[in-house]
């Protein structure tokens, strides 16, 4: 069977990543592009007898060398010569799509492009006459809505069809002025094919990576050339063949786009929405409402799922004990309800709420409502030395910090990266989540909703103070751009959704499996040993460990041992919290939340919770900002954070303990 | 002949002082350089074994004719490196001179070759200063920061006069792009973006606090902070 590799391309919002998904459906790995952390999606389809392996490219406006995404998608189409290059363009935008595509056509690609979004031109009475565009560019142009499926079996077809076609390379006319000189330095460098052409014509443009290709001596002549281009043009030349290619595609747009109601133009549907989302007044309430709402919705649809999950739990448990009682040792009985099975279910019973929070997160994303809320927020997080689009990854936080942290590569600029990076940890990600319903489960029935909500919030605060601190500390006067495209809303592809809350869910799962069921054991073990004592009582090893902590946290109303370790153990993964107080407590009568509700009281629970919310990232989410950012920045995040936490938790419970009194 | 930077030390001090008094003797020359009247009566018998200076009666020193031909070059690499770091560079007189004296002995051809290219360049330029010296002055003196404003400021004024600041335009209006004043990353992205000249552009909405701005561009919106907003110079276009 013959394999063919295939790229898809295409600026961000144009619907990429639902082409990719009806591509190739289940058949999908997601990766990171090697050396860095920009995710990497690749799949596969088979149509015709051959298999073709498909590679999502990041989203990107132009070919140059300006950002990691562009590099990436750039490095990959030079040196991994992509059997077809599948150019995803947004048919009610088409012009600037199809600036991208000029480029693609012009590096030398075997091109198809996959008109999407025909349904949202219609809607704005935006026609397009694929036909002709297909013969004036020369290649495949499929029309496509793919979040409803339509055109995924043309676009394969045609994949396969153009796999074995002849390349078709586009000559821009870039004037005499230019075209004499490219033929000049042609004949010079004896470069001659049309490929060559593009390494000039980028060279020329003042792109770096291509200058750097053509050795030093060559570079400098390219750099005279530029100038003496510029300086005849009365023109900066970069900017003079920009325009020349926009004049390309806009003549090229004015022959195939026909606007059926322009001069009675509507407001659209995504202006009529945008004009209560970013109202002036109405933006930030509305923005709020939005979260709380996320909030809410999380817990009351999730609690029941949670509850049964729960009880299935407890009754293997029980019907294991009962099983097992009276022929096995007690210590093995232990480890198996106790240890696995008390520990695995501490944490599986968040999986609804968890699939919930994911599912809220990527509807927010695909539905174009994210982008607003960076524009409604910038202003204020530009106040605190954050980014309007540092809010993306902080709200991808709340899921789990390490996608966070990842998807702070959408930031240009390595301040802004590491400022973001630095206070996410502050987001309270998913894993805390078990930690404040279990306390507030027991604590705070009637307001589990609202009390929950302000530690997030408490978390944001937080997050925004520090990073104003940091921000005043290590880059007193740097300031970036904020340039954000607003794509228009639409419904979200619940396709998409729910295989993408399911894939992140599924990974917390396996965290579950691995390395949070790996900690639980360890402490079943320390709360078990030295033989012959009381399990999880003082005299255990995780008892003398929890001893010398424990006086720390006295001022913070917690100073008991299982607390201190809970929290040490913590550092494994957040969830182990949880899963070690069901560890230690679970043989007390009545259950963790007896003993639980024995030994706290609402503010040194609330305390608690302030403490697990700031305290030090998991082990997973410490690596991934060293992957990020360099060791540096870890441990003076694991330093601050610690601090930070402690001095909260205190402040919060000497404080509350006098206003009581 | 190559000589040592002491001895083109005395040649040149000798050209000074017979230049200014008509006349040089040991006596002035060691108290010009700071060093003993034995010194100098060696250094002028080593300069006399190169033919460069005669040593006459009762102290005096005379050039010959090559002696005052290299005391030349050496005084003008001198005043015109000088003259470079102070005029130009701004650098203190006094700072200028010391460094000018290190500087004539161990300069290379091609840079002071240069140099004196770049004075007949200024010599010859038809503005009576170019731009970019009165812009690096502007720099020097008001900081970065203030500089880039003015910039901005005058290009706005001088390419048209109804040309303004996007950031400058009201909710409703819109404008045609006539240039983009932004570090290079920066423009390159609002170029890439379809920002170009001639295109419009049209302001929809201002975000909550008043920044960022939501722009309609081809067929798309684009948000930008006023910072960014502030580097696209457009005509405003007079609606009917």
């Known amino acids: ?431 805390r989540f078990p930690i404040y319903t279990l306390f507030v489960g027991i604590f705070f029935k009637n307001y589990r909703g609202s009390i929950v909500f302000s530690l997030y919030l408490i978390g944001i605060v937080l997050a925004i103070i520090m990073a104003r601190l940091f921000k005043s500390m290590f880059f007193k006067d740097e300031n970036t751009p904020l340039i954000m495209e607003l794509p228009p809303y639409h419904l979200p592809n619940w396709k998409l959704i729910t295989r993408y809350s399911w894939y992140r869910t599924s990974m917390f799962i396996k965290k579950a499996g691995t390395v949070i069921l790996g900690g639980v054991l360890v402490i079943w073990l320390l709360a078990s040993l030295p033989a012959g004592i009381e399990y999880g009582s003082e005299n255990s090893f995780i008892g003398m460990l929890g001893n010398i902590i424990a006086p720390i946290f006295k001022p913070a109303g917690f100073g008991f041992w299982q607390a201190s370790v809970s929290l040490l153990f913590g550092i494994m993964a957040k969830e182990v919290v949880v899963g070690t107080l069901g560890t230690l407590y679970g043989s007390f009568p009545g259950g963790v939340n007896a003993a639980i509700a024995n030994v706290f009281n609402p503010i040194s629970a609330y305390s608690f919770m302030l403490m697990s919310l700031i305290y030090v990232p998991c082990i997973a989410a410490i690596s991934a900002i060293k992957q990020e950012i360099g060791w540096k920045w870890a441990l003076f995040n694991v330093i601050y954070t610690l601090f930070l936490g402690w001095g909260i938790a205190v402040i919060f419970y000497q404080v509350a303990m006098i206003l009581i009194k | 002949m190559e000589l040592s930077k002491s001895l083109e030390d005395y040649l040149e001090t000798i050209y000074i002082i017979s230049e200014k008094d008509g006349i040089a003797r040991v006596k002035d020359i060691s108290e010009h350089l700071n060093v003993s009247t034995s010194s100098v009566t060696n250094a002028v018998k080593s300069l006399s074994e190169s033919k460069l200076a005669v040593h006459e009666k009762y102290g005096y020193v005379k050039l010959t004719d090559e002696g005052i031909k290299q005391a030349l070059s050496i005084y003008d690499k001198h005043r015109i490196i000088s003259n470079f770091f102070s005029k130009f560079l701004g650098v203190s007189k006094n700072i200028a001179d010391n460094d ?56 706005s004024k001088s390419k048209n006069i109804n040309a303004v600041k996007l950031s400058e335009l009201k909710i409703g209006s819109s404008g045609k792009v006539l240039k983009i004043i932004a570090p290079m990353r920066i423009r390159k992205h609002l170029l890439a973006l379809g920002i170009i000249k001639g295109e419009k552009i049209g302001v929809i909405r201002v975000a909550p606090f008043g920044d960022p701005i939501d722009y309609k561009i081809k067929d798309y919106h684009l948000s930008l902070r006023k910072n960014e907003a502030e580097c696209i110079i457009v005509e405003e276009i007079k609606e009917n």
């Not at chain 1, 063919?4 to 990429?16: I, Q, T």
């Not at chain 1, 210590?331 to 099975?341: A, E, R, V, Y």
Request: proline share 3%.
């Open chain 1, 1 to 431: 069977m013959s394999q063919f590799k295939v790229a898809l391309a295409g600026n961000p919002n144009s619907g990429k990543s639902t082409v990719f998904n009806a591509l190739t459906g289940s058949k999908q790995i997601v990766g990171n592009w090697a050396g860095v952390t920009v995710e990497k999606k690749t799949g596969s389809f088979s149509v015709e007898g051959s298999e073709f392996n498909v590679i999502d490219l990041p989203g990107i406006y132009s070919l140059s060398s300006y950002s990691i995404d562009e590099q990436i998608a750039r490095d990959f189409l030079l040196s991994e010569n992509p059997d077809i290059v599948v150019a995803v363009v947004d048919a009610s935008n088409l012009e600037r799509n199809l600036y991208f595509v000029s480029q693609l056509l012009e590096m030398g690609n075997r091109v198809v492009i996959a008109l999407n979004m025909i349904d949202v031109a219609l809607e704005r009475n935006i026609r397009i006459n694929s036909m002709m565009l297909s013969k004036l560019l020369k290649l495949p142009v499929v029309k496509m809505v793919a979040n409803q499926e339509h055109g995924v079996k043309k676009l394969k077809k045609v994949i396969a069809e153009s796999a074995h076609a002849d390349k078709n390379i586009l000559r821009i006319d870039y004037g005499n002025e230019v075209e004499e000189v490219l033929k000049k330095l042609s004949i010079e460098f004896d470069m001659n094919s049309l490929e060559d052409r593009f390494y000039i014509i980028r060279a020329l443009e003042g792109d770096e990576f291509f200058l750097d290709m053509f050795g030093n001596k060559n570079k400098e002549l390219l750099l005279s050339e530029t100038n003496s281009l510029s300086q005849i043009l009365d023109d900066d030349l970069d900017e003079f063949l920009i325009e020349k290619r926009y004049g390309y595609i806009h003549g090229l747009v004015k022959k195939v786009l026909h606007r059926t109601d322009d001069i009675h133009s509507k407001i659209d549907f995504s202006d009529k929405i945008d004009r209560f989302v970013t109202n002036r007044f109405l933006g930030i309430p509305l923005f709020f409402f939005v979260m709380w709402a996320v909030f809410q919705i999380v817990f009351t649809v999730g609690a029941p799922v949670s509850d049964i999950v729960g009880s299935i739990f407890d009754g293997i448990a029980g019907i294991l004990r009962n099983f097992l009682a009276g022929h096995t040792p007690e210590l093995f009985i232990s480890f198996l309800t106790d240890g696995i099975i008390g520990g695995l279910g501490a944490i599986l019973v968040f999986v609804p709420n968890i699939f919930i929070l994911f599912m809220a997160i990527s509807i927010l994303e695909d539905s174009g409502y994210m982008a607003r809320a960076a524009f409604v927020m910038d202003k204020f997080m530009s106040m605190f030395g954050l980014h309007g689009k540092s809010f993306i990854p902080m709200i991808l936080g709340f899921g789990c910090s390490i996608p966070g942290i990842m998807a702070a590569r959408t930031l240009e600029s390595r301040k802004d990266r590491i400022l973001t990076i630095l206070v996410l940890p502050l987001m309270s990600c998913s894993a």
């Open chain 2, 100 to 155: 000018a004296c290190e500087l004539e002995h161990s300069i290379h051809p091609e840079t002071y070759q240069k140099i004196i290219d770049f004075f007949s360049f200024l010599e010859t330029c038809p503005e009576d200063e170019p731009n970019f010296l009165k812009n690096f002055r502007i720099f020097c003196d008001k900081g970065r920061d203030s500089a880039e404003k003015m910039w901005k400021k005058r290009c």
